[in-house]
């Protein structure tokens, strides 16, 4: 019969029947389409089946519970229990070459396999030495390799034997398995069916298909901070380093209301400029910086996309009665018209800026300049009461 079932018929009821109907309780393999129906994800159930070194050349694999896939789909999954711990004696090293020697869970079962046998072993698989050794392949019937173990060449007892602890020495081949629906702790395969999941070092993953999706992108999932640079669609929100950013459908655009950008820095000292040219005011003290965006001298390197406040003025010193006295907000080098404001000089000290609304992308060198036209060069103030000062606050996307 193609149609099987467990425990429904009064007779008849065969081992193959049980191990197929009650794989429908385990995770379908997925590595193709072929496979998903009947072929069960093999594994063991996490925590089982440690190695640790028993002697110089013997080591032990502990207890543990584990799923083999038969070889032939027809078989169904075997379950397994390992009760008791396993001893493993690994033979002397080549007095030439070293080798590696495979350690698997292995079923035998001769309906199937005509290994002559009807038995679940923990088995060593003695590898070949060479100068380059290679893992040798699977012994008979259905397996599932668990740890691989290099063995230098002359390695003996009386050399000390196998370092087991040593990094490199034993590598771990098994993977975790779960129950039909479990949360897989593993990473490196592909999933069976659209709404699996997996966990990959912590980060929650679900099979939409086609791909693993990190668990951020479904809707109304917040992404922490660097996890993700696209949004997924229109309307979601990421961390972005302790600030709320929303994806417009074509870049992250900063939470409205959500955070603040303040800046503010002052000259302290004073500083000479030359007449009839507009000059960058150096600007000495950072009176707040959120974004650490000032280099330290002349210069604020826009953090954020959006609508800014910006606002700047120039206080000069009383060095001449003549001319007019002017502050300018420049933007990449360019003075900005709406912008920049002018004064008459006069005697004592004259304070010219103003403030204004504009558009700033990421990335923007702002800076404040001073513009006097006098025929001498004259002194700004940074001091006695008097500074010059650039501050901009960041306002909405």
């Known amino acids: 019969m193609t149609v099987r079932a467990a425990w429904l018929h009064s007779t008849g009821q065969t081992r193959e029947d049980t191990r197929l109907t009650l794989s429908a309780l385990l995770t379908p393999n997925g590595q193709s389409a072929a496979e998903t129906p009947l072929r069960s994800r093999p594994g063991i159930v996490p925590g089982g089946l440690v190695l640790t070194g028993a002697s110089a050349m013997q080591c032990s694999i502990g207890t543990g519970r584990a799923v083999i896939q038969g070889s032939d789909t027809a078989q169904g999954a075997y379950m397994i229990a390992v009760t008791s711990p396993e001893t493993l004696t690994i033979a002397d090293g080549d007095p030439q070459y070293p080798r590696i020697d495979l350690i698997e869970l292995a079923v035998l079962d001769d309906a199937y396999d005509r290994s002559g046998a009807t038995d679940a072993v923990i088995r060593l698989v003695k590898g070949t030495p060479a100068a380059t050794p290679v893992v040798p392949a699977s012994g008979p019937g259905s397996a599932f390799p668990l740890y691989t173990v290099a063995v230098p060449a002359g390695t003996s007892a009386g050399t000390g034997g196998i370092a087991w602890t040593t990094a490199g020495v034993v590598t771990t081949l098994h993977y975790p398995m779960t129950a039909l629906g479990g949360i897989i702790p593993t990473s490196g395969f592909k999933g069976a069916y659209v709404g699996q999941y997996r966990d990959v070092s912590g980060l929650l993953q679900r099979w939409d298909g086609t791909a693993w999706v990190s668990y951020p992108k479904p809707i109304g999932g917040i992404a922490p901070h660097g996890t993700m640079t696209t949004g997924g669609y229109t309307g979601q929100y990421r961390d972005n380093a302790g600030v709320l950013q929303r994806w417009d459908g074509a870049a992250w655009q900063y939470a409205e209301g959500k955070a603040a950008v303040l800046f503010s820095v002052s000259q302290t000292s004073m500083q000479s400029v030359p007449a009839s040219t507009w000059t960058p005011i150096t600007l000495q003290n950072v009176d707040i910086d959120d974004f650490t965006g000032w280099n330290g001298s002349d210069s604020f390197v826009v953090p954020r996309t959006g609508w800014w406040r910006v606002s700047g003025h120039v206080a000069w010193n009383g060095d001449s009665t003549t001319g007019v006295r002017g502050a300018r907000i420049t933007l990449g080098g360019v003075g900005v018209p709406r912008m920049t404001w002018l004064g008459p000089a006069a005697t004592g000290a004259v304070t010219v800026g103003g403030q204004g609304l504009i558009k700033l992308t990421a990335g923007n060198v702002l800076q404040l300049a001073g513009y006097h036209n ?24």
């Not at 006098?374 to 996307?397: D, F």
């Open 374 to 397: 006098h025929t001498a060069a004259v002194r700004t103030l940074g001091g006695s009461g008097y500074y010059s000062n650039l501050s901009a606050q960041w306002i909405r996307s």
